[in-house]
């Protein structure tokens, strides 16, 4: 039956309703008080462990099979594309439009990531109880939503788009383009970085003179090679994730050290984190004190790794430089290796756990007809249905509460952005970066959509997933990048100048959002679906 215009905007403009009434509530609690950082940080443990993989498998179980993998691969080609338009839209952004300079990288981040997680999932949940679509929709479209979450997190956490904001924080020291107090915070965090602390990392002062004395001689009168010497003269005192958690908490506010960020878009980060302060996996076979110094020297910026003095202009010793500019070089000959370690350790956070389990359970028939009703001839337990059906029950019970707290989270994070300060013609970035992002990026998304269906190489009747292809175009930027930024930030800083322009970014796409994301949902339901 053919939806009508009016059908199709009233079908567009109720999720956006529910959408928008739950991060109301989010700021209104926020506002209040009751969701604190603390208490955020709280329940986005509890999302990101508990209710997401619940929803993950209780949908990707039920929505793909052996028969239907090409569509989970032309869905990571998409999200693969997106993510390409994004790189374009930033490099059109930092070459026609005053970026400032202390938030190219944020700038970037912002033009390339999406919010793949909250609301495509609000959206899906909703609009498939209403025709076009039937029963079952809404599992396949939760699952098409998995994947472009899976692929924001490998692109983001593993592959290093999160450099592009710890770039923002490694400023140069004339940078005419610093707001206020932003540039001062920066400069005197490097300037610490550069001298003191990396002499006090490195017990400069208190192992000169055993160095001096060790470097020619040892028990059988040997040379001693002078990294390995310093190496074991320098006592261990790894940078846990407990400590880096607890740095991100100070810097809200916070005391609490308990680990829990973002739903959705932050399943990746504990990873990342643990892996960027400890170095564990970039040289298998080392001694115990130089690791500690690779974890020491990890969280110094790269301009402390090559300072030749101190800040009374003493040069420091040459064994110092020469095992930090060490540490350097291998950082870089290992990327990739750290690279790989970091995917393959994310592959063991919930999220990506339960969507690689689901995956498994989806493709091969007897262990599907555990869980699903299916063709497959099995008998069911006694009540009639497959024999863990009880398994399904739950996890699709616990899974249905992770998309109304992702939201109300996300609205505690809104209510607590501020605006104090925006450098001269910033207006410009907004207003491309949502144009692009929110009306460019969803005309490129609806063509390529109609390019596979027309080819064939996408079912025509399956109408969520052209769906979910066109919502996932259409939102804003991720919302884990204000956490990220405060973690990046001075933690002495009383104003950054970089979170100015986020939160004004963010508010200014959430803003439009409720205009365009209906107008692409209409379009995509009446010219599209229902062609």
């Known amino acids: 039956m053919a939806l009508s215009v009016g059908a199709a905007i009233f079908i567009a403009a109720k999720p956006i309703v ?49 028969h239907t993998m090409t569509i989970a691969g032309f869905t990571v080609l998409t999200a693969l594309l997106y993510i390409t338009c994004g790189c374009l839209f930033a490099a059109l952004v930092q070459v026609f439009l005053p970026v400032p300079k202390y938030w190219k990288g944020g700038a970037k981040a912002a033009a390339i990531f999406n919010n793949s997680g909250d609301i495509p999932m609000a959206y899906v949940m909703t609009i498939t109880a209403s025709a076009p679509f039937v029963n079952g929709d809404e599992d396949k479209g939760i699952a098409y939503v998995t994947i472009f979450m899976a692929m924001y997190v490998i692109t983001f956490f593993t592959c290093g788009g999160v450099q592009f904001i710890e770039q923002d924080f490694q400023v140069p020291d004339d940078d005419p383009e610093m707001i206020g107090d932003a540039k001062g915070d920066i400069d005197e965090k490097l300037h610490l970085r550069k001298t003191s602390k990396l002499r006090k990392l490195l017990h400069l002062k208190s192992k000169k003179s055993a160095c001096s004395a060790e470097l020619t001689t040892d028990d ?18 790894a940078i846990t994730e407990s400590n880096v958690v607890a740095s991100l908490s100070t810097a809200r506010g916070n005391t609490n050290t308990e680990p829990g960020l973002h739903p959705v878009e932050s399943a990746g980060l504990r990873s990342l984190l643990r892996e960027s302060t400890t170095g564990t996996g970039l040289r298998p076979i080392e001694s115990a004190g130089m690791q500690s110094i690779r974890q020491r020297q990890s969280r110094v910026p790269q301009d402390a790794q090559t300072v030749d003095e101190d800040d009374d202009g003493e040069e420091l010793d040459p064994v110092v430089s020469a ?10 000959q290992n990327w990739v290796m750290a690279r790989l370690i970091l995917f393959l350790r994310n592959l063991y956070q919930p999220p990506a756990a339960s969507l690689i389990i689901s995956i498994v359970v989806a493709v091969i028939s007897p262990v599907k007809r555990l869980f699903i009703a299916t063709d497959y001839p099995m008998r ?11 398994v399904m ?9 992770a998309v109304p707290m992702g939201l ?10 501020q605006i104090t300060k925006l450098p001269k013609g910033f207006w410009k970035v907004m207003a491309a970066t949502t144009l692009l992002k929110l009306v ?25 997933l052209v769906f979910v292809y066109a919502v996932s175009s259409a939102v804003p930027s991720a919302t884990s990048q204000v956490y990220l ?45 229902d062609a």
Not at 393 to 401: E, K, L, P, R
Not at 408 to 417: D, E, K, P, V
């Open 323 to 332: 095992v930090t500019r060490d540490l350097e070089i291998r950082h870089h």
């Open 18 to 66: 529910k959408i928008f009434f739950s991060i109301c509530f989010g700021i209104y609690f926020s506002k209040k008080g009751v969701l604190d950082p603390h208490t955020c940080k709280k329940m986005s443990s509890v999302i990101i462990n508990y209710f997401l993989p619940c929803i993950v498998f209780s949908k990707v179980t039920v929505a793909f099979d052996a």
């Open 393 to 401: 029950d739950f996890v699709d019970f616990i899974g249905q509460a």
């Open 220 to 237: 059988s009168n040997k040379t001693v090679p002078s990294s390995t010497l310093l190496a074991q003269s320098t006592p261990s005192a």
């Open 485 to 529: 930024t405060t973690f990046f930030a001075p933690e002495d800083a009383e104003h950054i100048g970089q979170m100015d322009c986020l939160a004004a970014m963010l508010i200014c796409q959430y803003i439009t959002l409720t205009i365009t994301l209906a107008i692409i949902v209409t379009y995509t339901l009446k010219v599209i679906i």
């Open 440 to 464: 460019v990026l969803p005309i490129v998304a609806l063509a390529w959509t109609q390019r596979l269906r027309e080819s064939g190489l996408i079912p025509k009747d399956n109408l969520i």
């Open 408 to 417: 109300m989270l996300l609205g505690a994070l809104i209510g607590r952005l």
């Open 380 to 390: 069911n337990a006694p009540d009639g249905l497959p024999p863990l059906d009880f």
